[in-house]
């Protein structure tokens, strides 16, 4: 009976968390925040950071509704990469990416080297910093409606800023 109880709560707190961020999301369209920030902030003040409205067992939940949102994001940026928009801006993005990735994991390795983590540890944080937020700048990038070569360009930056992450984890 207590795992149903579990399932009813997750229901119930999944579905007001949704609510309130479609609430939250209409006032960004119809201000001049932009809706990453907003719902953001709506996370902060709900969650345990804030009131704290978020039941324990289903806080512990979130990780993996997480892992499903970001998966959903990165099939998202990966369908828009396609062979033609590579071609067209192939050189320009792939540097780009790359210089970002490799500057960012060298700057935080070493900063953090420099900090006294022990070299290893900094080196797998460095590359793991080289990662961008690709669901906020995917959201921006959407809310803004700008089908330009510039958005364009950014998008596939930042899915190729991911992988660079990656190989150099």
């Given at each position: 009976m207590e795992g149903l109880e579990t399932s009813y709560q997750l229901l119930l707190t999944?579905?007001?968390?949704?609510?309130?961020?479609?609430?939250t999301s209409t006032i960004g369209r119809?201000?001049?925040?932009?809706?990453?920030?907003?719902?953001?902030?709506?996370?902060?003040?709900?969650?345990?950071?804030?009131?704290?409205?978020?039941p324990a067992e289903v806080s512990g939940?979130?990780?993996?509704v997480a892992d499903m949102a970001l998966v959903m994001v990165g099939f998202l940026l990966g369908g828009q990469l396609t062979p033609a928009q590579l071609r067209s801006a192939s050189a320009e993005v792939l540097s780009v990416s790359l210089v970002a990735a490799l500057v960012t994991a060298v700057v935080v390795g070493a900063g953090l080297w420099a900090l006294g983590l022990p070299l290893p540890l900094a080196l797998v944080v460095g590359c793991i910093a080289s990662a961008?937020?690709?669901?906020?700048?995917?959201?921006?990038v959407q809310e803004t409606g700008s089908d330009s070569?510039?958005?364009?360009?950014?998008?596939?930056?930042?899915?190729?800023?991911?992988?660079w992450a990656l190989v150099l984890f």
């Open positions: 999944l579905g007001g968390v949704f609510l309130l961020g479609l609430v119809r201000t001049f925040l932009p809706r990453v920030t907003l719902l953001l902030l709506f996370g902060v003040l709900i969650g345990e950071a804030g009131l704290d409205l978020v939940l979130f990780p993996v961008t937020d690709a669901a906020a700048v995917f959201d921006v070569r510039f958005s364009r360009a950014l998008l596939a930056i930042v899915a190729l800023d991911d992988v």
